[in-house]
C-alpha cells in the first residue's frame, strides 16, 4: 500500500474523461487499496482514481465516519459506474473536493440515486444512495467526466476560485514566464 499524490486545481489532468476499467486484475486492487489509503489518510469521504493522475473509472468512498464518528470504516470500491436513476427530489449539501482545497460551497443534486457498478471482486451490484452517500456519488462520478463540483455553481463563483488556484499554482511554480501582458495581469486580478 501506498500513499499518492493528490492533483489539485488547475491540473488539466482533473478535465480528462476517465476510461472503463476492462479486466479487474491484482493491478487494480492495489490501486483500490492505494485510493482508501489515500482518502482516509486526507481525510475524505471519497477519492476518484483521476485525483491520483490514473485516468479510470475508479472511485473508493467511506462516509461512515462523517455521519457517525464511531462508525466502523464501511469502504466502497466502485468501478465503472453508471447511474440508471437520480430523483425529483434534489437536496442541498456543502462539498469540498480535495482536489480544490480549502473551498466550500452548497451544491443542489438529486437527494437519490440508483447506480450499477462493478465491484472489487469482479461482479455486478446495483446501489439506490440517499444523504450524504448520494451527494458523494454523484461528486466522484462527476470526476471521471472530469467535472469538478465548482462547475455546479454560479460563474461568479467558479470564475472567482479557478482564478484563485491558477494564480497560486502560478506563484508557486519555479520558473514564471517573463513579461505577462498588462491584460494577462488584469486577469490575474
Ligand atoms: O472528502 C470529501 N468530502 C465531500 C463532502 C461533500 C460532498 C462531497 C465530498 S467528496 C470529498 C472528497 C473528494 O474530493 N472526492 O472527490
Ligand atoms: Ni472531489
Not at 491484482?26 to 482508501?36: G, K
Not at 464511531?70 to 436513476?85: G, K
Not at 471482486?121 to 467526466?145: K, P, S, V, Y
Not at 476560485?161 to 505577462?180: Q, V
Request: with cysteine; hydrophobic share 40%.
Amino acid at each position: 500500500m501506498a500513499l499518492r499524490t493528490i492533483l489539485t486545481l488547475p491540473d488539466p489532468r482533473l478535465r480528462q474523461k476517465c476510461a472503463p476499467v476492462a479486466e479487474i486484475d491484482a493491478s487494480i486492487h492495489a490501486l483500490l487499496d492505494d485510493m482508501l489509503e489515500t482518502m482516509y489518510a486526507a481525510p475524505g469521504i471519497g477519492l476518484a482514481a483521476i485525483q491520483i493522475a490514473v485516468p479510470k473509472r475508479i472511485l473508493v468512498l467511506d462516509v461512515a465516519k462523517r455521519e457517525d464518528e464511531n462508525a466502523a470504516p464501511e469502504p466502497l470500491c466502485i468501478i465503472n459506474p453508471e447511474i440508471l436513476w437520480v430523483s425529483e427530489e434534489l437536496s442541498i449539501y456543502q462539498e469540498g473536493c480535495l482536489s480544490i482545497p480549502d473551498f466550500y460551497e452548497d451544491v443542489e443534486r438529486p437527494a437519490r440515486v440508483r447506480t450499477r457498478f462493478t465491484g472489487r471482486d469482479g461482479r455486478a451490484q446495483e446501489i439506490e444512495a440517499n444523504g450524504l452517500l448520494a451527494t458523494c456519488l454523484q461528486h466522484e462520478i462527476d470526476h471521471l467526466n472530469g467535472v469538478l463540483f465548482i462547475d455546479h455553481l454560479s460563474r461568479l463563483k467558479r470564475d472567482r476560485i479557478t482564478r484563485k488556484f491558477a494564480k497560486t499554482a502560478k506563484h508557486g511554480s519555479p520558473s514564471p514566464k517573463k513579461g505577462a501582458s498588462k491584460e494577462q495581469a488584469a486577469a490575474d486580478g
